[in-house]
Protein backbone atom coordinates (compact mmCIF):
# COMPACT_ATOMS: atom_id res chain seq x y z
CA UNK A 1 0.00 0.00 0.00
CA UNK A 2 3.04 2.63 0.69
CA UNK A 3 4.60 1.40 -2.72
CA UNK A 4 1.00 2.20 -4.23
CA UNK A 5 1.20 5.80 -2.79
CA UNK A 6 4.28 6.60 -3.55
CA UNK A 7 3.78 5.72 -7.51
CA UNK A 8 0.69 7.61 -7.34
CA UNK A 9 2.76 10.88 -6.07
CA UNK A 10 5.37 10.20 -8.05
CA UNK A 11 4.01 10.45 -11.14
CA UNK A 12 1.57 13.25 -9.97
CA UNK A 13 4.69 15.49 -9.18
CA UNK A 14 5.97 14.42 -12.76
CA UNK A 15 3.22 15.54 -14.74
CA UNK A 16 2.23 18.73 -12.49
CA UNK A 17 5.76 19.86 -12.67
CA UNK A 18 5.98 19.40 -16.72
CA UNK A 19 2.41 21.08 -17.15
CA UNK A 20 3.55 23.83 -15.24
CA UNK A 21 6.53 24.64 -16.70
CA UNK A 22 4.58 24.60 -20.14
CA UNK A 23 2.73 27.47 -18.82
CA UNK A 24 -0.61 25.30 -16.93
CA UNK A 25 0.09 27.11 -13.63
CA UNK A 26 -3.17 25.84 -12.44
CA UNK A 27 -2.82 22.39 -13.45
CA UNK A 28 -3.08 19.01 -11.03
CA UNK A 29 -3.24 15.93 -12.46
CA UNK A 30 -4.96 14.88 -9.21
CA UNK A 31 -8.37 16.93 -10.35
CA UNK A 32 -8.25 15.69 -14.42
CA UNK A 33 -10.97 13.70 -15.99
CA UNK A 34 -9.86 9.87 -16.69
CA UNK A 35 -11.10 11.08 -20.17
CA UNK A 36 -8.80 13.79 -20.58
CA UNK A 37 -5.96 11.63 -18.65
CA UNK A 38 -6.05 9.02 -21.53
CA UNK A 39 -4.22 12.02 -23.67
CA UNK A 40 -0.93 10.99 -22.08
CA UNK A 41 -1.49 7.46 -21.36
CA UNK A 42 1.55 6.57 -24.43
CA UNK A 43 3.89 8.81 -23.35
CA UNK A 44 3.67 8.17 -19.37
CA UNK A 45 4.21 4.77 -19.81
CA UNK A 46 7.06 5.30 -22.20
CA UNK A 47 8.83 7.77 -20.47
CA UNK A 48 7.79 6.74 -16.83
CA UNK A 49 7.14 2.75 -17.58
CA UNK A 50 3.69 2.77 -16.04
CA UNK A 51 0.37 4.95 -15.81
CA UNK A 52 -2.24 5.08 -13.24
CA UNK A 53 -5.52 7.38 -14.19
CA UNK A 54 -6.65 10.01 -11.99
CA UNK A 55 -9.50 8.43 -10.58
CA UNK A 56 -7.46 5.25 -9.34
CA UNK A 57 -4.92 7.28 -7.53
CA UNK A 58 -3.92 6.67 -4.17
CA UNK A 59 -5.58 10.16 -2.72
CA UNK A 60 -8.53 10.12 -4.98
CA UNK A 61 -9.48 6.54 -3.68
CA UNK A 62 -8.49 7.56 -0.34
CA UNK A 63 -10.86 10.51 -0.57
CA UNK A 64 -13.69 8.29 -1.62
CA UNK A 65 -12.80 5.33 0.70
CA UNK A 66 -15.28 5.63 3.93
CA UNK A 67 -18.32 5.72 1.42
CA UNK A 68 -17.25 2.95 -1.28
CA UNK A 69 -19.07 -0.20 -0.57
CA UNK A 70 -17.02 -1.98 -3.48
CA UNK A 71 -13.63 -0.12 -1.58
CA UNK A 72 -11.84 -4.23 -2.36
CA UNK A 73 -12.96 -4.03 -6.11
CA UNK A 74 -11.66 -0.57 -6.51
CA UNK A 75 -8.24 -1.33 -4.78
CA UNK A 76 -8.37 -4.45 -6.63
CA UNK A 77 -9.09 -3.21 -10.07
CA UNK A 78 -6.56 0.02 -9.59
CA UNK A 79 -3.36 -2.88 -8.97
CA UNK A 80 -4.74 -4.88 -12.53
CA UNK A 81 -4.71 -1.40 -14.25
CA UNK A 82 -0.99 -0.64 -12.99
CA UNK A 83 0.24 -3.83 -13.95
CA UNK A 84 -1.66 -3.83 -17.21
CA UNK A 85 -0.21 -0.11 -18.22
CA UNK A 86 3.02 -1.79 -18.36
CA UNK A 87 2.47 -4.69 -20.86
CA UNK A 88 4.36 -4.01 -23.83
CA UNK A 89 6.62 -1.88 -22.81
CA UNK A 90 10.22 -2.32 -21.59
CA UNK A 91 9.24 -2.24 -17.99
CA UNK A 92 6.38 -4.88 -18.45
CA UNK A 93 9.11 -7.37 -16.51
CA UNK A 94 9.21 -5.07 -13.50
CA UNK A 95 5.14 -4.50 -12.71
CA UNK A 96 4.37 -8.32 -13.24
CA UNK A 97 2.63 -9.50 -10.25
CA UNK A 98 3.52 -6.44 -8.01
CA UNK A 99 0.60 -6.55 -6.31
CA UNK A 100 0.47 -10.10 -5.81
CA UNK A 101 1.37 -9.58 -2.18
CA UNK A 102 -1.99 -7.65 -1.40
CA UNK A 103 -4.75 -9.92 -1.45
CA UNK A 104 -8.06 -7.24 -0.58
CA UNK A 105 -10.50 -9.95 -0.38
CA UNK A 106 -8.21 -12.14 1.91
CA UNK A 107 -10.27 -13.38 5.49
CA UNK A 108 -7.46 -11.91 7.13
CA UNK A 109 -9.03 -8.49 6.97
CA UNK A 110 -12.65 -9.75 7.86
CA UNK A 111 -15.17 -12.31 7.69
CA UNK A 112 -17.33 -10.28 5.53
CA UNK A 113 -16.90 -7.27 2.45
CA UNK A 114 -18.11 -4.57 5.13
CA UNK A 115 -15.25 -5.95 7.82
CA UNK A 116 -12.86 -6.17 4.90
CA UNK A 117 -13.38 -2.72 3.37
CA UNK A 118 -13.71 -0.74 7.25
CA UNK A 119 -10.04 -2.43 7.73
CA UNK A 120 -8.81 -1.50 3.98
CA UNK A 121 -10.38 2.28 4.91
CA UNK A 122 -8.22 2.16 8.33
CA UNK A 123 -5.17 0.62 6.45
CA UNK A 124 -5.13 3.62 3.55
CA UNK A 125 -5.25 6.19 6.16
CA UNK A 126 -2.37 5.05 8.42
CA UNK A 127 -0.41 4.29 4.93
CA UNK A 128 -1.54 8.42 3.79
CA UNK A 129 -0.69 9.60 7.19
CA UNK A 130 2.66 8.63 7.32
CA UNK A 131 5.63 11.16 6.66
CA UNK A 132 7.01 9.58 4.08
CA UNK A 133 8.26 13.07 2.73
CA UNK A 134 9.44 13.86 -0.72
CA UNK A 135 8.56 11.29 -3.51
CA UNK A 136 11.54 12.11 -4.75
CA UNK A 137 13.73 11.12 -1.53
CA UNK A 138 11.93 7.52 -1.10
CA UNK A 139 14.40 5.10 -3.07
CA UNK A 140 13.63 2.42 -0.74
CA UNK A 141 11.73 -1.35 -0.61
CA UNK A 142 10.42 -2.93 1.96
CA UNK A 143 12.29 -6.07 3.51
CA UNK A 144 10.85 -8.02 5.82
CA UNK A 145 8.66 -4.92 7.51
CA UNK A 146 12.11 -2.73 7.69
CA UNK A 147 13.19 0.35 5.07
CA UNK A 148 15.75 -0.32 3.15
CA UNK A 149 17.70 1.44 0.78
CA UNK A 150 19.80 -0.02 -2.28
CA UNK A 151 21.92 -3.43 -2.28
CA UNK A 152 24.92 -4.85 -1.24
CA UNK A 153 27.66 -7.05 -2.98
CA UNK A 154 30.56 -9.61 -2.01
CA UNK A 155 33.78 -9.57 -3.33
CA UNK A 156 35.52 -12.99 -3.76
CA UNK A 157 39.46 -12.96 -4.14
CA UNK A 158 42.34 -15.15 -4.22
CA UNK A 159 44.14 -15.01 -1.54
CA UNK A 160 44.57 -14.17 2.47
CA UNK A 161 47.46 -11.44 0.94
CA UNK A 162 45.64 -10.25 -1.73
CA UNK A 163 42.65 -9.94 0.40
CA UNK A 164 43.90 -8.10 3.17
CA UNK A 165 45.07 -5.75 0.48
CA UNK A 166 41.86 -5.15 -0.83
CA UNK A 167 40.51 -4.52 2.10
CA UNK A 168 43.03 -1.83 3.75
CA UNK A 169 42.76 -0.42 0.11
CA UNK A 170 39.12 0.39 0.60
CA UNK A 171 39.49 0.97 4.25
CA UNK A 172 41.61 4.11 2.96
CA UNK A 173 39.87 5.58 0.31
CA UNK A 174 36.56 5.11 2.36
CA UNK A 175 38.15 7.48 4.99
CA UNK A 176 40.10 10.09 2.47
CA UNK A 177 36.66 10.22 0.66
CA UNK A 178 34.59 10.26 3.68
CA UNK A 179 32.13 7.72 2.68
CA UNK A 180 29.04 6.11 3.84
CA UNK A 181 30.07 2.44 3.18
CA UNK A 182 30.53 -0.40 5.55
CA UNK A 183 33.13 -3.28 4.40
CA UNK A 184 34.10 -6.53 6.42
CA UNK A 185 36.12 -9.30 5.60
CA UNK A 186 36.33 -13.23 6.79
CA UNK A 187 38.52 -16.15 5.75
CA UNK A 188 39.34 -19.47 7.38
CA UNK A 189 42.47 -21.57 7.00
CA UNK A 190 41.75 -23.93 3.86
CA UNK A 191 44.88 -25.72 2.44
CA UNK A 192 44.11 -24.69 -1.10
CA UNK A 193 43.10 -21.38 -0.91
CA UNK A 194 45.95 -19.87 -2.85
CA UNK A 195 45.94 -18.30 -6.31
CA UNK A 196 46.94 -21.87 -7.50
CA UNK A 197 44.16 -23.52 -6.46
CA UNK A 198 42.13 -25.91 -8.86
CA UNK A 199 39.05 -23.58 -8.82
CA UNK A 200 36.92 -26.10 -6.85
CA UNK A 201 35.62 -24.36 -3.65
CA UNK A 202 35.47 -27.03 -0.50
CA UNK A 203 33.35 -26.74 1.93
CA UNK A 204 33.46 -24.11 4.27
CA UNK A 205 35.69 -24.38 7.51
CA UNK A 206 35.22 -22.16 10.54
CA UNK A 207 39.12 -23.86 11.78
CA UNK A 208 41.54 -20.42 11.99
CA UNK A 209 44.20 -21.85 14.11
CA UNK A 210 45.89 -22.77 10.98
CA UNK A 211 46.46 -19.31 10.03
CA UNK A 212 49.41 -17.88 9.99
CA UNK A 213 50.34 -15.09 12.57
CA UNK A 214 50.23 -12.41 10.22
CA UNK A 215 46.80 -13.82 8.61
CA UNK A 216 45.71 -14.25 12.26
CA UNK A 217 46.26 -10.44 12.92
CA UNK A 218 44.76 -9.23 9.86
CA UNK A 219 41.62 -11.00 10.60
CA UNK A 220 41.78 -9.94 14.62
CA UNK A 221 42.06 -6.44 13.29
CA UNK A 222 39.15 -6.50 10.45
CA UNK A 223 36.69 -8.45 13.48
CA UNK A 224 37.36 -5.27 15.45
CA UNK A 225 36.52 -2.96 12.32
CA UNK A 226 33.29 -4.13 12.71
CA UNK A 227 33.10 -4.58 16.44
CA UNK A 228 33.65 -0.94 16.68
CA UNK A 229 30.92 -0.49 13.70
CA UNK A 230 28.26 -2.84 15.25
CA UNK A 231 29.00 -2.60 19.24
CA UNK A 232 29.90 -6.19 19.26
CA UNK A 233 32.70 -8.21 20.72
CA UNK A 234 33.62 -10.87 18.29
CA UNK A 235 37.18 -12.65 17.91
CA UNK A 236 39.26 -14.94 16.16
CA UNK A 237 39.27 -18.00 18.84
CA UNK A 238 36.86 -20.84 18.26
CA UNK A 239 33.82 -19.50 19.23
CA UNK A 240 34.27 -16.08 19.03
CA UNK A 241 34.97 -16.41 15.00
CA UNK A 242 31.77 -18.95 14.88
CA UNK A 243 29.80 -16.30 16.41
CA UNK A 244 30.93 -13.68 14.45
CA UNK A 245 29.89 -15.94 11.38
CA UNK A 246 26.41 -16.13 12.44
CA UNK A 247 26.11 -12.31 13.01
CA UNK A 248 27.64 -11.17 10.30
CA UNK A 249 25.64 -13.90 7.95
CA UNK A 250 23.19 -12.07 9.47
CA UNK A 251 23.97 -8.00 8.93
CA UNK A 252 24.79 -9.02 4.99
CA UNK A 253 20.67 -10.36 4.95
CA UNK A 254 19.90 -6.80 6.67
CA UNK A 255 21.89 -5.06 4.02
CA UNK A 256 23.36 -3.62 7.06
CA UNK A 257 27.01 -4.80 5.39
CA UNK A 258 27.86 -2.92 2.06
CA UNK A 259 30.46 -4.75 0.95
CA UNK A 260 32.15 -8.52 1.75
CA UNK A 261 35.84 -9.51 0.77
CA UNK A 262 35.53 -13.00 1.25
CA UNK A 263 38.40 -16.13 0.18
CA UNK A 264 36.40 -19.18 0.63
CA UNK A 265 34.12 -18.62 2.66
CA UNK A 266 29.96 -17.43 2.10
CA UNK A 267 30.96 -19.05 -1.62
CA UNK A 268 28.39 -22.00 -0.78
CA UNK A 269 25.08 -22.42 0.15
CA UNK A 270 24.29 -18.74 1.59
CA UNK A 271 21.82 -16.96 -0.04
CA UNK A 272 20.79 -13.26 0.89
CA UNK A 273 18.17 -11.39 -1.08
CA UNK A 274 19.72 -7.96 -1.29
CA UNK A 275 23.24 -9.49 -2.67
CA UNK A 276 23.10 -8.06 -6.28
CA UNK A 277 26.44 -8.52 -7.48
CA UNK A 278 29.56 -10.59 -6.96
CA UNK A 279 33.04 -8.92 -7.91
CA UNK A 280 35.05 -11.70 -8.75
CA UNK A 281 39.15 -11.80 -8.43
CA UNK A 282 39.76 -15.59 -8.33
CA UNK A 283 40.11 -18.59 -10.55
CA UNK A 284 36.88 -20.60 -10.34
CA UNK A 285 35.33 -23.34 -12.46
CA UNK A 286 32.85 -26.20 -12.79
CA UNK A 287 30.82 -26.86 -9.11
CA UNK A 288 32.91 -24.23 -7.51
CA UNK A 289 31.72 -21.30 -10.16
CA UNK A 290 28.41 -22.25 -10.16
CA UNK A 291 27.93 -22.16 -6.78
CA UNK A 292 29.82 -19.20 -6.73
CA UNK A 293 27.87 -17.35 -9.30
CA UNK A 294 24.84 -18.42 -7.67
CA UNK A 295 25.13 -16.14 -4.45
CA UNK A 296 23.53 -13.33 -6.28
CA UNK A 297 20.69 -15.04 -7.61
CA UNK A 298 17.90 -14.48 -4.95
CA UNK A 299 14.76 -12.57 -6.58
CA UNK A 300 13.77 -9.62 -4.48
CA UNK A 301 9.95 -9.03 -5.51
CA UNK A 302 10.29 -6.71 -8.60
CA UNK A 303 13.18 -4.36 -6.98
CA UNK A 304 15.75 -6.90 -7.93
CA UNK A 305 14.69 -9.52 -10.55
CA UNK A 306 18.48 -10.44 -11.68
CA UNK A 307 22.53 -10.56 -10.02
CA UNK A 308 25.64 -9.55 -11.57
CA UNK A 309 28.56 -10.51 -11.70
CA UNK A 310 32.00 -8.89 -12.18
CA UNK A 311 34.49 -10.59 -13.45
CA UNK A 312 38.43 -9.47 -12.93
CA UNK A 313 39.73 -12.75 -14.80
CA UNK A 314 39.32 -14.31 -17.65
CA UNK A 315 36.43 -16.85 -16.66
CA UNK A 316 34.57 -17.03 -20.02
CA UNK A 317 35.88 -20.90 -20.89
CA UNK A 318 35.25 -21.89 -17.61
CA UNK A 319 32.08 -20.47 -17.43
CA UNK A 320 31.13 -22.46 -20.48
CA UNK A 321 32.20 -25.74 -19.18
CA UNK A 322 30.38 -25.33 -16.48
CA UNK A 323 26.59 -24.12 -17.86
CA UNK A 324 27.41 -27.11 -20.35
CA UNK A 325 28.07 -29.70 -18.10
CA UNK A 326 25.43 -28.47 -15.20
CA UNK A 327 23.12 -26.84 -17.55
CA UNK A 328 21.27 -26.52 -20.99
CA UNK A 329 24.18 -27.37 -23.40
CA UNK A 330 22.38 -25.08 -25.83
CA UNK A 331 22.54 -22.11 -23.44
CA UNK A 332 23.55 -18.63 -24.60
CA UNK A 333 27.18 -17.92 -24.67
CA UNK A 334 28.00 -21.95 -25.12
CA UNK A 335 29.35 -22.97 -28.71
CA UNK A 336 29.93 -26.02 -29.82
CA UNK A 337 31.99 -26.39 -32.78
CA UNK A 338 31.96 -29.22 -35.66
CA UNK A 339 35.12 -29.33 -37.64
CA UNK A 340 36.59 -26.92 -40.10
CA UNK A 341 36.14 -29.42 -43.20
CA UNK A 342 32.59 -29.24 -41.73
CA UNK A 343 32.10 -25.54 -42.29
CA UNK A 344 34.38 -24.89 -45.02
CA UNK A 345 33.28 -27.85 -47.25
CA UNK A 346 29.75 -28.82 -45.72
CA UNK A 347 28.07 -31.91 -43.92
CA UNK A 348 25.16 -33.68 -43.37
CA UNK A 349 23.90 -32.60 -39.44
CA UNK A 350 22.62 -34.14 -36.50
CA UNK A 351 19.04 -34.87 -38.59
CA UNK A 352 20.47 -36.20 -41.47
CA UNK A 353 19.76 -33.03 -42.94
CA UNK A 354 22.41 -31.65 -45.93
CA UNK A 355 24.34 -28.62 -44.59
CA UNK A 356 26.00 -26.53 -47.61
CA UNK A 357 29.65 -25.10 -46.75
CA UNK A 358 31.34 -21.89 -47.59
CA UNK A 359 33.20 -22.62 -50.37
CA UNK A 360 29.41 -24.13 -52.01
CA UNK A 361 27.89 -21.05 -50.90
CA UNK A 362 30.47 -18.51 -52.30
CA UNK A 363 30.44 -20.66 -55.92
CA UNK A 364 26.70 -19.57 -55.44
CA UNK A 365 27.02 -15.98 -54.80
CA UNK A 366 29.58 -15.33 -57.74
CA UNK A 367 27.47 -17.16 -59.86
CA UNK A 368 23.90 -16.06 -59.69
CA UNK A 369 24.91 -12.57 -57.66
CA UNK A 370 28.23 -11.25 -60.26
CA UNK A 371 29.45 -8.08 -59.31
CA UNK A 372 28.28 -4.77 -60.59
CA UNK A 373 25.09 -6.40 -61.76
CA UNK A 374 22.00 -5.10 -60.02
CA UNK A 375 20.18 -7.67 -58.05
CA UNK A 376 16.32 -7.07 -59.79
CA UNK A 377 12.98 -8.13 -58.24
CA UNK A 378 12.17 -8.80 -54.73
CA UNK A 379 12.51 -12.90 -55.08
CA UNK A 380 16.20 -12.11 -55.96
CA UNK A 381 16.74 -9.68 -52.91
CA UNK A 382 15.09 -12.08 -50.66
CA UNK A 383 17.39 -15.17 -51.82
CA UNK A 384 20.89 -12.98 -51.44
CA UNK A 385 20.27 -11.95 -48.06
CA UNK A 386 19.81 -15.19 -47.37
CA UNK A 387 22.32 -16.57 -48.79
CA UNK A 388 24.89 -13.84 -48.16
CA UNK A 389 23.61 -14.15 -44.49
CA UNK A 390 24.45 -17.71 -44.26
CA UNK A 391 28.00 -16.64 -45.73
CA UNK A 392 28.56 -13.84 -42.59
CA UNK A 393 27.45 -16.88 -39.93
CA UNK A 394 30.07 -19.39 -41.83
CA UNK A 395 32.43 -16.73 -42.32
CA UNK A 396 32.12 -15.89 -38.48
CA UNK A 397 32.65 -19.57 -37.51
CA UNK A 398 35.22 -20.22 -39.52
CA UNK A 399 37.58 -16.74 -38.69
CA UNK A 400 38.22 -19.01 -35.57
CA UNK A 401 40.33 -21.12 -37.52
CA UNK A 402 43.99 -20.65 -38.38
CA UNK A 403 43.45 -22.40 -41.53
CA UNK A 404 40.66 -20.10 -42.87
CA UNK A 405 43.27 -17.25 -43.49
CA UNK A 406 44.05 -17.26 -46.83
CA UNK A 407 41.21 -19.56 -47.88
CA UNK A 408 38.40 -16.49 -47.87
CA UNK A 409 38.29 -17.04 -51.50
CA UNK A 410 36.81 -13.75 -51.78
CA UNK A 411 38.87 -10.60 -52.52
CA UNK A 412 38.65 -7.86 -49.31
CA UNK A 413 37.25 -5.60 -52.17
CA UNK A 414 34.98 -8.27 -53.25
CA UNK A 415 34.23 -8.96 -49.76
CA UNK A 416 33.58 -5.54 -49.09
CA UNK A 417 31.33 -4.93 -52.03
CA UNK A 418 29.11 -7.65 -51.53
CA UNK A 419 29.03 -6.16 -48.25
CA UNK A 420 27.96 -2.52 -49.95
CA UNK A 421 24.61 -4.82 -52.20
CA UNK A 422 23.71 -6.06 -48.86
CA UNK A 423 23.30 -2.75 -46.96
CA UNK A 424 21.89 -1.18 -50.16
CA UNK A 425 19.32 -4.06 -49.78
CA UNK A 426 18.84 -3.45 -46.08
CA UNK A 427 18.09 0.30 -46.81
CA UNK A 428 15.69 -0.18 -49.24
CA UNK A 429 13.74 -2.54 -47.40
CA UNK A 430 13.86 -1.74 -44.14
CA UNK A 431 10.88 -0.15 -42.78
CA UNK A 432 10.76 3.81 -42.01
CA UNK A 433 9.53 5.70 -39.45
CA UNK A 434 5.84 5.93 -39.50
CA UNK A 435 5.31 2.85 -42.59
CA UNK A 436 4.15 0.06 -42.25
CA UNK A 437 6.25 -3.71 -42.12
CA UNK A 438 8.73 -4.24 -44.68
CA UNK A 439 7.83 -6.33 -47.88
CA UNK A 440 10.28 -8.86 -46.31
CA UNK A 441 9.91 -8.05 -42.60
CA UNK A 442 10.12 -12.13 -42.26
CA UNK A 443 13.68 -11.99 -43.68
CA UNK A 444 16.75 -12.15 -41.49
CA UNK A 445 19.34 -9.42 -41.80
CA UNK A 446 22.50 -10.51 -39.87
CA UNK A 447 23.51 -7.06 -39.08
CA UNK A 448 25.43 -7.64 -36.16
CA UNK A 449 27.72 -9.70 -37.89
CA UNK A 450 28.39 -6.97 -40.81
CA UNK A 451 29.32 -4.98 -38.06
CA UNK A 452 32.61 -7.64 -36.85
CA UNK A 453 33.86 -6.80 -40.50
CA UNK A 454 32.98 -2.61 -40.24
CA UNK A 455 35.61 -0.11 -42.10
CA UNK A 456 36.33 2.12 -39.52
CA UNK A 457 37.34 5.74 -39.86
CA UNK A 458 40.84 5.38 -39.19
CA UNK A 459 41.33 2.74 -42.94
CA UNK A 460 39.16 5.92 -44.40
CA UNK A 461 41.90 8.17 -43.26
CA UNK A 462 44.54 6.36 -44.43
CA UNK A 463 42.93 6.17 -48.09
CA UNK A 464 42.18 10.18 -47.94
CA UNK A 465 45.94 10.82 -47.04
CA UNK A 466 46.71 8.25 -49.94
CA UNK A 467 45.00 10.79 -51.58
CA UNK A 468 46.59 13.82 -50.08
CA UNK A 469 49.84 12.62 -51.02
CA UNK A 470 49.55 11.77 -54.64
CA UNK A 471 48.44 15.59 -54.95
CA UNK A 472 44.67 15.00 -54.42
CA UNK A 473 44.66 13.53 -58.27
CA UNK A 474 43.87 10.23 -57.93
CA UNK A 475 40.29 9.64 -58.35
CA UNK A 476 40.70 5.80 -57.77
CA UNK A 477 41.75 6.36 -53.91
CA UNK A 478 38.21 8.46 -54.44
CA UNK A 479 36.18 5.45 -55.51
CA UNK A 480 37.52 3.05 -53.05
CA UNK A 481 36.64 5.40 -50.24
CA UNK A 482 32.96 5.61 -51.95
CA UNK A 483 33.35 2.02 -51.80
CA UNK A 484 34.73 0.90 -47.57
CA UNK A 485 31.85 3.59 -46.61
CA UNK A 486 28.96 2.16 -48.31
CA UNK A 487 30.02 -1.40 -47.35
CA UNK A 488 29.77 -0.37 -43.70
CA UNK A 489 26.43 0.21 -41.91
CA UNK A 490 28.03 2.65 -39.19
CA UNK A 491 29.95 4.68 -41.85
CA UNK A 492 26.90 5.28 -44.23
CA UNK A 493 25.69 8.35 -41.13
CA UNK A 494 29.60 9.57 -41.86
CA UNK A 495 29.37 9.81 -45.80
CA UNK A 496 28.43 13.65 -46.32
CA UNK A 497 30.72 14.29 -43.11
CA UNK A 498 33.81 12.67 -44.77
CA UNK A 499 33.02 13.80 -48.37
CA UNK A 500 32.60 17.09 -47.28
CA UNK A 501 35.78 16.89 -45.46
CA UNK A 502 37.38 15.33 -48.77
CA UNK A 503 35.91 18.34 -50.39
CA UNK A 504 38.32 20.75 -48.38
CA UNK A 505 41.54 19.00 -48.98
CA UNK A 506 44.66 20.52 -50.57
CA UNK A 507 47.86 19.88 -50.90
CA UNK A 508 48.99 22.29 -47.88
CA UNK A 509 46.30 19.95 -45.49
CA UNK A 510 47.61 17.46 -42.40
CA UNK A 511 44.79 14.81 -42.62
CA UNK A 512 44.87 14.19 -39.21
CA UNK A 513 44.77 17.75 -37.42
CA UNK A 514 42.46 19.24 -40.42
CA UNK A 515 39.96 16.43 -39.85
CA UNK A 516 39.78 16.56 -36.16
CA UNK A 517 39.21 20.48 -36.24
CA UNK A 518 36.66 19.81 -38.97
CA UNK A 519 34.96 17.31 -36.75
CA UNK A 520 35.20 19.17 -34.03
CA UNK A 521 33.15 22.58 -35.48
CA UNK A 522 30.67 20.18 -38.03
CA UNK A 523 29.63 19.10 -34.41
CA UNK A 524 29.05 22.00 -32.83
CA UNK A 525 27.71 23.50 -35.90
CA UNK A 526 25.01 20.79 -35.67
CA UNK A 527 24.37 20.94 -32.43
CA UNK A 528 23.57 24.47 -32.09
CA UNK A 529 21.50 24.38 -35.27
CA UNK A 530 19.51 21.36 -33.27
CA UNK A 531 19.31 23.22 -30.23
CA UNK A 532 17.68 25.86 -32.19
CA UNK A 533 15.32 23.99 -34.44
CA UNK A 534 13.86 22.36 -32.09
CA UNK A 535 14.00 24.88 -28.55
CA UNK A 536 15.70 22.17 -26.71
CA UNK A 537 17.44 23.30 -23.43
CA UNK A 538 21.01 23.92 -24.32
CA UNK A 539 22.85 22.50 -21.22
CA UNK A 540 20.30 19.81 -20.91
CA UNK A 541 20.95 18.30 -24.68
CA UNK A 542 24.67 19.06 -24.45
CA UNK A 543 25.09 16.74 -21.53
CA UNK A 544 22.67 14.26 -23.17
CA UNK A 545 24.88 13.73 -26.13
CA UNK A 546 27.95 13.56 -23.90
CA UNK A 547 25.98 10.86 -22.30
CA UNK A 548 25.24 8.92 -25.20
CA UNK A 549 28.71 9.12 -27.24
CA UNK A 550 30.23 8.12 -23.16
CA UNK A 551 27.49 4.98 -23.21
CA UNK A 552 27.75 4.13 -26.78
CA UNK A 553 23.83 4.19 -26.69
CA UNK A 554 21.35 7.44 -26.90
CA UNK A 555 18.62 6.30 -24.63
CA UNK A 556 15.19 7.37 -26.02
CA UNK A 557 13.30 5.88 -23.07
CA UNK A 558 12.89 6.86 -19.99
CA UNK A 559 12.67 10.83 -18.66
CA UNK A 560 16.12 12.35 -20.04
CA UNK A 561 14.39 13.11 -23.07
CA UNK A 562 12.26 14.93 -21.57
CA UNK A 563 14.26 16.96 -19.31
CA UNK A 564 15.98 18.85 -22.89
CA UNK A 565 12.65 19.32 -24.57
CA UNK A 566 11.16 22.66 -24.17
CA UNK A 567 7.97 22.70 -22.18
CA UNK A 568 5.04 21.62 -24.14
CA UNK A 569 1.49 20.29 -22.34
CA UNK A 570 0.40 16.47 -22.39
CA UNK A 571 -3.06 17.64 -22.65
CA UNK A 572 -5.18 19.77 -24.96
CA UNK A 573 -4.08 19.22 -28.22
CA UNK A 574 -0.03 20.37 -26.89
CA UNK A 575 1.40 17.52 -29.48
CA UNK A 576 3.83 16.91 -27.18
CA UNK A 577 4.30 12.90 -28.74
CA UNK A 578 4.48 14.14 -32.09
CA UNK A 579 7.36 17.02 -31.39
CA UNK A 580 9.56 14.68 -28.80
CA UNK A 581 9.63 12.29 -31.83
CA UNK A 582 10.32 14.59 -33.76
CA UNK A 583 13.20 15.72 -31.23
CA UNK A 584 13.67 11.67 -30.76
CA UNK A 585 14.46 11.19 -34.30
CA UNK A 586 17.18 14.38 -35.17
CA UNK A 587 18.89 12.84 -32.18
CA UNK A 588 19.51 9.73 -33.49
CA UNK A 589 20.46 11.17 -37.14
CA UNK A 590 23.58 13.35 -35.05
CA UNK A 591 24.63 10.37 -32.64
CA UNK A 592 25.00 7.91 -35.61
CA UNK A 593 26.61 10.80 -37.97
CA UNK A 594 29.58 11.12 -35.27
CA UNK A 595 29.42 8.34 -32.79
CA UNK A 596 32.68 6.80 -33.19
CA UNK A 597 34.83 9.58 -34.52
CA UNK A 598 35.01 11.65 -31.12
CA UNK A 599 34.82 11.17 -27.84
CA UNK A 600 34.51 13.62 -25.24
CA UNK A 601 37.34 14.89 -22.59
CA UNK A 602 37.68 17.22 -20.16
CA UNK A 603 40.83 18.61 -19.88
CA UNK A 604 41.78 19.43 -15.71
CA UNK A 605 43.28 22.67 -16.29
CA UNK A 606 41.16 24.59 -18.54
CA UNK A 607 38.21 22.44 -18.26
CA UNK A 608 37.43 22.63 -22.00
CA UNK A 609 35.96 20.16 -23.72
CA UNK A 610 37.76 18.84 -26.42
CA UNK A 611 37.02 15.56 -28.91
CA UNK A 612 39.60 12.63 -30.02
CA UNK A 613 39.24 9.81 -32.37
CA UNK A 614 36.74 6.73 -31.25
CA UNK A 615 38.05 3.38 -30.62
CA UNK A 616 37.13 1.05 -33.60
CA UNK A 617 39.02 -1.69 -34.31
CA UNK A 618 41.02 -1.40 -37.42
CA UNK A 619 39.95 -3.84 -40.36
CA UNK A 620 42.35 -4.08 -43.51
CA UNK A 621 40.15 -4.41 -46.36
CA UNK A 622 43.23 -3.81 -48.74
CA UNK A 623 46.90 -6.21 -48.93
CA UNK A 624 49.01 -3.04 -47.50
CA UNK A 625 50.09 -2.26 -44.58
CA UNK A 626 48.18 -0.76 -41.97
CA UNK A 627 48.47 3.51 -41.07
CA UNK A 628 47.78 5.12 -38.43
CA UNK A 629 46.95 8.72 -38.73
CA UNK A 630 46.86 11.33 -34.97
CA UNK A 631 46.53 9.97 -31.37
CA UNK A 632 43.95 7.62 -30.56
CA UNK A 633 42.76 7.07 -26.93
CA UNK A 634 40.13 5.03 -25.20
CA UNK A 635 36.66 6.20 -24.66
Known sequence: MMFYRYISENLTNYINEGEIEAGNTGFDYVKLSDEEAEQAREDLVKTKGFFILPSELFCNVRRKAANDENLNMTLEAAFDHIEESAKGSESEDNFAGLFDDIDVNSNKLGTTVAKRNANLVKLIEGVANMGLGNYKDNSYYSLKGRRVNGFNSMFAVSSIPVCKKYYLELKKQITEQHCELTIATIFSFAPNEADTADGILD??????????????DFLDMAISDYNKIFKTNFDTSSKGFQDYYKDLSDRVKKREVDLLIVVNMFLTGFDATTLNTLWVDKNLKMHGLIQAFSRTNRILNSVKTFGNIVCFRDLEEATNDAIALFGDKDANGIVLLKSYEDYYYGCV??????????????????????????????????????????????????????????????????????????????????PKQGSKDSIMDDVVFEMELVKQVEVNIDYILMLVAKYHDGNCEDKEILVAIDKAIKSSLQLRSKKELIENFIATINTSTNVNADWQQFVREQRETDIQTLIAEEKLKPEETRKFVENAFRDGALKTTGTDVDRLMPPVSRFGGGSRDKKKQTVIEKLKRFFEKYFGLVSSGVSKESGEVTYLYGTEPILSMVAEEQVHYGTKKDN
Open 203 to 216: DESFDTDGLDQTSR
Open 349 to 430: DDKGREQKGYEERIAELLQKYPLGQPIAGEQSKRDFIVLFGNILRLRNILSAFDRFAGNEILSPIDFQDYTGAYHDVYDEIK
